[in-house]
């Protein structure tokens, strides 16, 4: 998971605005016809009508896994636009019979944001393995549950919660509570600290270290930055060392294909580059191991 700064409310009220004029009066009225109910009702607006402007805003990319959404042009099959608070009843996570558990309170279930429903700030694109399977409607914190009505900085201040919101800079930089060692995901900050928790929820919620399509797509990241650094510091020629450059920064940006696990490995490869082709051999045997498992057993 990385920051997406440019995905500032300032920057997607005007977007929105482009793209679909008359959208956000209209949400402002749905949202007032929510709150005089007291509970969530379905547009018009339609959300699904503006995800496009979250879409450009995260190069494409899946807010919380980084995996790519398809297109804009793929419609509905890969993507959602995701309410980071639930608009609905909020239910209790992890769910008693499932691992993981915590020795701490993650918030258990509560009423739901209605009043956000409509709220731009509360928007992220996601692909389906995020959003559908994962995010439905929980929303683990570490407090107790905010007050109806109350503004996202307001919520975020009395609840503490435990997921990691990545658009714009109201919320911490993702990158500081997620690190990687080579394709594998881990809490970036001290235990027994709410960053840790953060972290450590984070990457369990959304399964980041249990899925094959993030290994695959991490390991293909992680292979082709190896092979641009190795013609960066090596080849003779200074057209293929410019080309190698130009893609270790292309990689290494926003739109980059796992960004977060490319630069910690970039970052590996600087300080200390034994280390980095340790885990790239590891990484190596390891999604080669787990392919030769799902292979087919043809007779
Ligand atoms: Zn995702």
Not at 40 to 60: A, C, E, H, T, Y
Not at 222 to 230: R, T
Request: charged share 25%.
């Amino acid at each position: 998971m990385i920051r997406y700064p440019g995905a500032t409310l300032a920057n997607v009220n005007a977007l929105v605005d482009a793209e679909k004029p008359g959208w956000r009066a209209d949400a402002d009225a749905r949202t007032a016809a929510i709150v005089a109910a007291g509970e969530f009702s379905k547009g018009p607006p339609s959300w699904s009508d503006i995800k496009v402007v979250f879409m450009r805003l995260q190069s494409n990319k899946c807010a919380f896994c980084e995996f790519p959404l398809g297109g804009e042009f793929a419609g509905k099959a890969t993507q959602d636009v995701e309410h980071y608070r639930p608009k609905n009843a909020v239910k209790a996570w992890p769910k008693k019979s499932k691992t993981p558990k915590y020795a701490f309170g993650t918030g258990g279930e509560g009423e739901g944001y209605h009043w956000l429903a409509y709220e731009l700030s509360n928007y992220a694109a996601a692909c389906k393995a995020c959003n559908t399977a994962r995010k439905s409607n929980y929303f683990p914190i570490a407090n107790v549950r905010g007050a109806v009505g109350a503004t996202a900085a307001e919520l975020d201040a009395a609840e503490l919660p435990y997921l990691i919101f990545p658009l714009g800079d109201a919320d911490e930089d993702p990158e500081t509570l997620i690190a990687f060692e080579g394709l594998v995901a881990l809490p970036a900050r001290p235990a027994d600290s709410h960053a840790h928790r953060r972290g450590r929820i984070t990457i369990d919620f959304f399964g980041l270290n249990k899925r094959e399509e993030l290994w695959e797509d991490r390991f293909r990241a992680i292979s082709a930055l190896f092979e641009a650094v190795d013609v960066a510091k090596t080849n003779p020629d200074p057209a293929r060392v410019e080309m190698a450059r130009r893609r270790i920064s292309d990689m290494t940006s926003t739109s980059g294909p796992q960004a977060a696990c490319a630069r910690s490995f970039l970052r590996l490869l600087e300080q200390d580059p034994a280390r980095a082709w340790d885990y790239y051999v590891e990484a190596d045997a390891f999604v080669l191991k787990e392919r030769e498992k799902r292979a087919p057993k043809l007779p």
